[in-house]
C-alpha cells in the first residue's frame, strides 16, 4: 500500500503509478478540488465519467462545516461524499492562512476565525491530523506554516523551520493513531450522540488506509528549501511529499526555477506533489520539472465564470462571437459539453444564468486537465515529452484572447 | 407518426403508447420542464438517465432568449438542447399572461413587453405557430388565451372562444408552413446572416416531423368546456388535445370535478395533456380521471428549495433532523441522490449552498415522478389501478411534515 512506481522518464519528466487504498492513480495526476466535500457542481458520477482518478477535500472547511465528527458518523469522507476511489485531504494549513479571519499563530498551532459562524478555533499539527483520521482520506497533509510567495529570508526561514517542528508533532500524533489509540476524548463542540443506523464509535482511518505527507516550505528561497529538504528525510520514511507555498503570489520563473532546482535533490522514488498548480501551462511546466501530482480550483472556478481549457488556448463562452456558433467547445474533447452540444448552446445557458452552464463549463475544465494528464503520461511513456510540449504550448499559448 | 395507441384501460385511467417523430412516449409520461431550453440543473445524459422521454420547453423564453432564429439556425431545438428524444413546445400564451410586464390582448393577438429586455413584442396566433416551426419540436401547441382559474362565466366564455377562433387560425399557419411555405420574410428583430457552418436556411420542422394540439380553455364552468370540445373537435383532426387553464389557481375539488366531467366526452383515441400538473398526488388524481401527459417546474423547483418527493411521502432536507442521517434520500429510488449519498450528505449541500445539491434533488424529483407515472402504467396494465392508488396514497399523503 501507498506504494509508488516510476515506470516511464524523460528527462526530469516522469510517468508512474501511486498504489493507494481506494485504488491506483496514474500520474502525472491533476486532482479536482472538492472544498467542502463536493468538486463544485459536480456529482460522483460526473468525476468517474471524467476520469479523476484522486480528489482533493479540504480539512478546513470540513472541520468548520459539518464537522469532521458529523463526517465520521456518517461513515467517513468517502462514504459522506459517494466516492470510492482515492481522496487526500489537505492539513487546513492554507486555508487558514488564506480564509479565516483574524488568525494567530505561536509555536503551538494557529488560532482563528471560522468563516462560516465567527466562532475561534484552534488548528494544532495535533488536531489537523486527528480532524483528518477522522475524515479517512488515503493521504493526509501535515499542518504547514504558509507564507506568501515574496516573502523575505528571515520570514520563509522561520515558516519553513516551524513547518519541520510541525512535521515532527503530526508524524507522531499519527503514529500513535495508526497505533489504536482512540479519539474518544477528543470531541469537539460537534460531538453530539451518534444516531441509530450511525457507527456508534467514529470508524477512522486505520494504518492500512491512510498515509502522512510532509509539505516542503521555504517560499522563493532555493537553499532554504534544500535544507528544509534534507531535514524532512531524516524526520520520516515517507510515502510522497507535497511542495507547498508556489504558485501563492511570487513571478512564474520564480516557480520554475525553484522546481527545477529542487529537483535533482527530491528523492526519486517519492511522488511529488506541487500544491494549489492547476493551470494547463503550469502542469506542463512543472511535469518537465519533475513533479507528479497537481490540484486547483481554477477548471471549476474559471469554469463557473464561463471560460474553458481548449486545445487552442482559453476562451470564454460569454463573448458575443459565439452567439450562433454550431461547433463543439473544443473539437477534440469528448465531455457532455462538448459531445452534445454546441458553443451557442453554451453560450445561452451563460447569457440565460442557467446552472447546467456551470456544470458543463466544469466538467469539461477539470476533463481538460485530466486529458492533459493522460497525454503527458504517453509522450513520457515515449521518451518523447519534449517535443509534445513544444507542440501543445505552440498551439495552446499564442492563442489570441477569445 | 402521431399515432396514440391506448393499450390498457382500467376504469378511466388509461396506459398507451404515442410515437412521435424522435420517439416513443409510454403513457401516462410526465415531461420535465426546460423552460430556457435546459431543465435546470440537469443535462441531456441526466435526462436519459433518469428515464425522460419528452421534454417542454417553453416558446416565450426562447423566444425572447436566444430568439428562435438563433435556435433554428444552430439546427433546430433538439441539436441545440443536445436532445435527441420527443419534445414538446407550449405556446407561449401561459408565460405571456403569467411572466411578461404590461400586455395587452385584442382579437389579433397579444402585445407584451419582454421579462430580459423590456422590448414590446407582439404574440398573434400565426406568429405562436412560426416561432414553434422554426423551433422544430415534435409537438407544438395552439396559442390560447389563459384566465385564472377562478375567472368568471363571462370572462372565462370569452377567453374559450378567443382560443378557439385562435386555434383555427394557428391550424392554418401550420397547414401553410406544412404546404412548404418559407419563413424567410418573417425573420424578426433577431435575424442576422448565418454563421459559416449553421445552416443557411432554418431547418425548420416538417410535416413528418410537428403536430399541432389545440388547447381547450373555458375555465372551471364544465359547460363551457364542453361546448368548447365539441367546436374544436369540428375545427380539424388532432393528434392530441391539452386541457389549459386548470391548476391556475382554482381549489383541487374543482379541477377534478371539471376532469371527471370532460372524460366522458373526450375522444378515447386522443392522448390528453393536462398541462402545468406535476405534484405526485395530483398526477394520480388525474390519471384516476383519464389523463394521459403532465408537465411542470414542481420537481426542478422544488428540489432546488430542498425539498423532495419520497415514498413516504415529501420532506425537506434541511431539516436538522437529517444532519447526521445515513439513510438515503428514498431508499426506493435509483437516482444518484438516493444510491451515490446520504441524506446527511444532501443536507450539508444545501447549508454549504453547494451547486450539486441543486441538482442532486432536482435530478431525484424528475426521477420520482417519471418512475411514478411507470408504475401507474403498470397499475392500469393489471387492471388494478385502484387498489394501487389507494396503497399508494396511503403511505404518500398522511405523512408528518419531514
Wanted: net charge neutral; hydrophobic share 40%.
Amino acid at each position: 500500500m501507498f506504494e509508488f512506481i516510476v515506470e516511464a522518464t524523460c528527462g526530469p519528466a516522469r510517468s508512474g503509478r501511486l498504489e493507494l487504498p481506494h485504488g491506483t492513480v496514474e500520474t502525472p495526476a491533476f486532482m479536482p478540488v472538492g472544498t467542502q466535500g463536493t468538486v463544485r457542481a459536480l456529482s460522483p458520477n460526473d468525476l468517474r465519467g471524467v476520469g479523476a482518478t484522486l480528489v482533493l477535500a479540504n480539512t478546513y472547511h470540513l472541520h468548520v462545516r459539518p464537522g469532521e465528527q458529523v463526517i465520521a458518523r456518517l461513515g467517513g469522507l468517502h462514504r459522506f461524499m459517494g466516492w470510492d476511489r482515492p481522496l487526500l485531504t489537505d492539513s487546513g494549513g492554507f486555508q487558514v492562512f488564506s480564509l479565516a479571519g483574524t488568525r494567530r499563530v505561536d509555536e503551538a498551532g494557529v488560532e482563528f476565525q471560522s468563516h462560516v459562524d465567527g466562532s475561534r478555533r484552534t488548528l494544532t499539527p495535533e488536531r489537523a491530523t486527528e480532524i483528518q483520521w477522522l475524515l479517512g482520506a488515503d493521504i493526509a497533509m501535515a499542518l504547514d506554516h504558509v507564507v506568501p510567495g515574496e516573502a523575505d529570508r528571515a520570514t520563509a526561514r522561520d515558516a519553513a523551520e516551524r513547518t519541520l517542528r510541525w512535521l515532527d508533532r503530526c508524524a507522531q500524533r499519527h503514529r500513535t493513531l495508526a497505533a489504536g489509540e482512540s479519539l474518544a476524548g477528543s470531541n469537539g463542540p460537534d460531538d453530539a450522540p451518534a444516531l441509530p443506523g450511525a457507527a456508534t464509535s467514529p470508524p477512522a482511518a486505520s494504518p492500512a488506509l491512510q498515509t502522512l505527507w510532509p509539505i516542503l516550505q521555504g517560499g522563493a528561497h532555493v537553499e532554504l528549501r534544500t535544507e528544509a529538504l534534507g531535514r524532512m528525510l531524516e524526520l520520516g520514511t515517507w510515502t510522497g511529499l507535497a511542495l507547498g507555498g508556489l504558485a501563492v503570489g511570487e513571478p512564474k520563473p520564480v516557480m520554475h526555477e525553484v522546481l527545477a532546482a529542487l529537483e535533482p535533490r527530491l528523492p526519486p522514488a517519492l511522488p511529488r506533489y506541487l500544491m494549489g498548480v492547476g493551470f494547463p501551462e503550469d502542469l506542463v511546466a512543472a511535469v518537465e520539472r519533475g513533479v507528479d501530482l497537481f490540484d486547483c480550483v481554477a477548471p471549476t472556478r474559471h469554469g463557473r465564470n464561463g471560460s474553458a481549457f481548449t486545445a487552442d488556448g482559453p476562451l470564454n463562452i460569454r463573448n458575443a462571437d459565439y452567439r450562433e456558433d454550431p461547433q463543439p467547445l473544443d473539437a477534440s474533447c469528448d465531455c457532455e459539453a462538448c459531445t452534445a452540444v454546441s458553443r451557442g448552446y453554451l453560450r445561452h445557458l451563460f447569457v440565460a444564468k442557467e446552472l447546467l452552464g456551470l456544470r458543463l463549463l466544469s466538467l469539461h475544465n477539470v476533463r481538460y486537465l485530466i486529458r492533459l494528464a493522460a497525454e503527458m503520461r504517453t509522450a513520457i511513456r515515449r521518451h518523447a515529452f519534449g517535443s509534445w510540449a513544444d507542440d501543445w504550448r505552440r498551439r495552446y499559448l499564442p492563442a489570441r484572447p477569445r
